[in-house]
C-alpha cells in the first residue's frame, strides 16, 4: 500500500468566503453601509444579491441572511447595506463591525434585479424602499443601464428623511463618477419620498403612483406604459406587492432571468 493511498483526503473547500472589512459609514442609529474586500474570482450581474453573514457564536453555525450588492459589477470592492433589527440574530451583532473585522460571504450570487430580466424599453424606473435602495445604487452605476435605457429614475421612500442614505450621492456624487458620470448627469433622475415627516414630495411611493402625483413631478404621461416603462421593485413586501398589482393594471408583465418581462422583483425578498 502506497503513502497515497493512506493520504487522507483533502478538506472541502469553505462553502463562504472570509472578507475583511474596509469602511462602515452608519448613516443613523440603525441604518449603516459597509464595504469589504472583493475575492479575485467573485464575478456578478449588478442588482443581484449573496449571502452575508458572520461566524456562529460559541461555536454555532454562522448565521447568514441574503444582502443585494451595493456596488456596481465593476467595482473593486463590494458595498453592503443594512438595518439593525432589534434582538435580529445577525444585525444586531453586524452593525458593530469595525473595519478590519471579518464577515462571511457566500460565493454564489444570484437575483432577478438584473437588466437581462428585462426586455427593451425607454425608461428605467428603480422603486425601492428603505434598504430595498441597495440594488439600485449597483444598476445605476452599471454603464450597460445607461446604453439600454433613454432615462434612468431612482425612487427611494423612507418613513424619515435621515433615513435617505446616499442622498447626497443620486443627487450630485454620481456626476462625478468618471466611468458613468456623464450619462447620469443626463439620464439619471433621483426622485425620494418621507412618509413620517415634512417633506417635498411626501408620502408613500405607491400613493403617489396611484395618484399620477410622481408622473406630474417628472413632467411624464400619467401611468406606466409597457412599451415606454421598464420597472424594478426591492423593498418592504407590502410595496413591492402593491406597486405589481398597480403595474399589472397598467398592462406590464413580469419578468424573470428565464423569460425577460416588464417587470421584474426579487421573491426571494418576498416570500
Aim: proline share 8%; aromatic share 10%.
Amino acid at each position: 500500500m502506497t503513502d497515497a493511498a493512506l493520504a487522507p483526503p483533502p478538506p472541502k473547500p469553505s462553502a463562504f468566503h472570509e472578507l475583511e472589512v474596509l469602511s462602515v459609514r452608519r448613516w443613523t442609529e440603525g441604518l449603516f453601509s459597509f464595504r469589504v474586500a472583493r475575492p479575485e474570482d467573485f464575478r456578478f450581474r449588478s442588482g443581484e444579491f449573496v449571502m452575508i453573514g458572520l461566524p456562529g457564536e460559541d461555536g454555532g453555525k454562522p448565521i447568514l441572511r441574503a444582502y443585494s450588492i451595493a456596488s456596481p459589477c465593476w467595482d473593486e470592492a463590494l458595498e453592503f447595506l443594512s438595518i439593525a433589527v432589534p434582538d435580529g440574530p445577525l444585525t444586531s451583532r453586524l452593525v458593530r463591525i469595525e473595519p478590519g473585522d471579518t464577515v462571511l460571504m457566500g460565493r454564489k450570487p444570484t437575483g432577478t434585479l438584473v437588466l437581462d430580466a428585462l426586455t427593451g424599453g425607454q425608461t428605467l424606473w428603480l422603486i425601492g424602499t428603505g434598504t430595498g435602495l441597495a440594488p439600485w445604487l449597483s444598476v445605476a452605476r452599471d454603464p450597460d443601464t445607461y446604453a439600454r435605457f433613454g432615462r434612468v429614475i431612482v425612487c427611494h421612500t423612507v418613513r424619515n428623511v435621515a433615513d435617505l442614505a446616499y442622498r447626497d450621492f443620486f443627487t450630485s456624487g454620481i456626476h462625478d463618477d468618471p466611468l458613468i458620470g456623464e450619462a447620469a448627469a443626463a439620464q439619471l433622475t433621483y426622485y425620494p419620498t418621507v412618509t413620517r415627516e415634512a417633506f417635498e414630495t411626501p408620502g408613500r411611493i405607491t400613493d403617489r403612483i396611484a395618484s399620477g402625483a410622481v408622473f406630474a413631478d417628472l413632467g411624464l404621461p400619467a401611468g406606466f406604459s409597457p412599451e415606454r416603462d421598464r420597472v424594478m421593485l426591492c423593498g418592504s413586501m407590502a410595496m413591492i406587492k402593491e406597486t405589481a398589482e398597480l403595474l399589472e393594471t397598467f398592462g406590464l408583465k413580469e419578468g424573470s432571468n428565464a423569460e425577460p418581462g416588464d417587470y421584474v422583483l426579487e421573491r426571494a425578498f418576498v416570500g
